[in-house]
């Protein structure tokens, strides 16, 4: 049972470039987020899809864009990276009402972006 | 937006050492969640609080979220070296969505 896995996990891109970072979960969770998380600001929401066909914007939406593919994967597009881009992104799924702690909420291992 | 508060920004411990940290808020939270994150990793759950004025343990680690639902702490007894990392506070936002404070380094004392 492998949890959230993020794809890639470490990449460098130059200002202008564009690339899709790829999450997918195989626990049957119907919500999923993108974080990114920046030094001493902990993580700030991005885009998050409640449920398989909806997306919504987070705190921090600018610049990107997403797909919820199937109920299992949700795709996070930089179109023209920019050097304030640089962060560590987190994916996380969570599952349905009601709300069960520790079963209910499962982050990825990350990917590490550098825009130069 | 909601903002979250968390203190102290670092610290370091000496094995053995109780370690306390807390987060404020100027929202009210229903779900209060303690995470700690170790380098190159996402954030892994350690407590869970759900009720104003619930205290829940888990193992060494005990948390309780605030009367007021507008604040937590965290404490750790008798820390040892692989408490290491960065805790995050974090509330439940009406979309499901997480709230993090901006997190607490625990580090070993030289």
């Known amino acids: 049972n492998a949890g959230v896995t993020q794809t890639p996990k470490f990449q460098v891109l130059k200002t202008g470039q564009s690339m899709t970072l790829q999450c997918a979960q195989d626990?049957?969770?119907?919500?999923m987020y993108w974080y990114r998380q920046d030094p001493g600001m902990g993580l700030r929401l991005i885009y998050y899809?409640?449920?398989?066909?909806?997306?919504d914007k987070g705190e921090v939406p600018n610049g990107y864009n997403v797909s919820r593919l199937n109920k299992r994967e949700f795709s996070l597009r930089l179109e023209s990276a920019a050097p304030s881009q640089t962060s560590v992104y987190f994916c996380?799924?969570?599952?349905?009402?009601?709300?069960?702690?520790?079963?209910?909420?499962?982050f990825g291992s990350g990917t590490r972006l550098t825009v130069v | 937006g909601q903002q979250l508060n968390q203190s102290p920004q670092s610290m370091f411990i000496q094995e053995g050492e109780d370690v306390s940290m807390n987060c404020t808020s100027s929202?009210?939270?229903?779900?209060w969640l303690w995470y700690k994150q170790d380098p190159g990793e996402g954030p892994v759950l350690l407590i869970a609080?759900?009720?104003?004025?619930e205290l829940t343990s888990n193992g060494r680690l005990t948390a309780q979220f605030g009367i007021t639902r507008k604040d937590s702490f965290l404490n750790i007894s008798a820390s040892i070296p692989s408490d290491v990392g960065i805790y995050f506070c974090?509330?439940?936002?009406?979309?499901?969505?997480?709230?993090f404070g901006k997190g607490t380094k625990l580090s070993v004392k030289p």
């Open positions: 996380a799924s969570r599952d349905r009402q009601p709300w069960t702690g520790r079963n209910g909420y499962t």
């Open positions: 626990m049957n969770h119907n919500s």
């Open positions: 899809s409640a449920s398989e066909g909806t997306t």
């Open positions: 929202s009210i939270f229903n779900t």
């Open positions: 609080l759900y009720k104003a004025g």
């Open positions: 974090a509330g439940l936002g009406s979309q499901g969505n997480l709230i």
